[in-house]
């Protein structure tokens, strides 16, 4: 079976498409990538998205127009790569969040729009959306949803391996043989990615290769008062997103630290904000492997912190272990699209903190009759990626 999975994340800077080829072999799951590409939001667009995100208000009518308009651009992109690929038997579409709906340490309801009827009239095939909210129903978080693509792929690791995705929001996932959990770290490039928008310091809008925040130094003061947040110290399993991490949050920590830094020395510290945070995790889960992959894994300045700080700990791309680390999240609701076809759970309890595994997202039929393959009774006990 041929799936696309589409997203776009926490980063909002534009879409991730992967085109993958499944198999079912004995117990096995093979996956072969067909295609990847990423296209940018179109700069109007996405400006208008980050003006409308929490705490901004937004009315209705501009909610309507945006779920419009991120449907057309997933439509395009969709077409893009069935074009480049072949004809897909199902698009998985992510689409975009723009609210996730968290109290404490229960997630309470998520949005995400790109109105997924363009997509299936565009292509023609059936669209699968709205995954993220049949897990809330049963008292998970909804995320990370990657944690199932995490566990198929790294369960056999001897000794256990944690996943860490770096997009906008840090997640990891713990695997240890059949057994797994999962959460929401905190910002990986969210705050980064703020305050290099607002004050236009790279015209893509994060921080390339790490050159701002390596010219920088690190604010101590700052640092002390952003790693006071009392997010890092709920329990898990839990979830947050840039309802909490946005740019105005930079702004009040600035006033509660008492100091004022230039540009280079405010990218440098939530650069180290993000480092110790994800190394205290990682130390915590006590695993010796650290698989990483999301837009952070690309920043040396990341990633040469974490290895400094985690010296105990193999820290490698995902790329390695078969998933390559800009596409991880393309690939995971394309397999997430193959679960759902199938009558499998797209979520397993310990990585959502739901009560139990669920079969996930909304079904909008294509140019034809609905075609499902037949249910596969017993779910893979292992994804191979090629």
Known sequence: MRVLGMISGTSHDGIDVAMVDFE?????????????????????LRSRLIAALPPAPATLAEVCELDTLIGQSFAAA????IEA???????VSHGQTVYHWVE???ALGTLQIGQPAWI??????????????????????????????????LGAYEGGAGALNLGGIANMTVVRGDALYAYDLGPANALIDAVVTSRGLH?????????????????????????????YRLPAPKSTGKELFHLAYVESALARAGVTIGDADLVATLTELTVRTVAHEV???????????GGGCRNPVVMDGLRAALPGVSVAPSDDFGAPADDKEAIAFALIGWLTAHGLPGTVPGGTGAAGARILGTL???AGPLVLPAPVTAPPRALRLA
Do not use: Q
Request: glycine share 14%; proline share 7%.
């Open 24 to 44: 079912l072999v004995g117990s096995v799951l093979e996956g072969r990538v067909r295609h990847t590409a990423s296209t940018p939001y179109p700069g109007e």
């Open 78 to 81: 969709a077409a893009s790569a």
């Open 85 to 91: 690929a072949g004809p897909a038997d199902l698009v």
């Open 104 to 106: 404490g340490t229960h």
């Open 120 to 153: 299936a009239e565009r292509t023609g095939a059936p669209v699968l959306s709205d995954v993220r909210i049949r897990d809330i129903t049963a008292g998970g978080h909804g995320a990370p949803l990657v944690s199932v693509l995490d566990g198929l792929l």
């Open 203 to 231: 015209p893509r809008g994060f921080d390339e290769d790490g050159r701002i925040a390596a010219s920088g130094r690190v604010d101590e003061r700052l640092l002390e008062v952003l790693l006071d947040e009392p997010y």
């Open 283 to 293: 130390r915590a889960a006590g695993v010796g492997t650290l698989v990483v992959s």
């Open 364 to 366: 909008t039929p294509g």
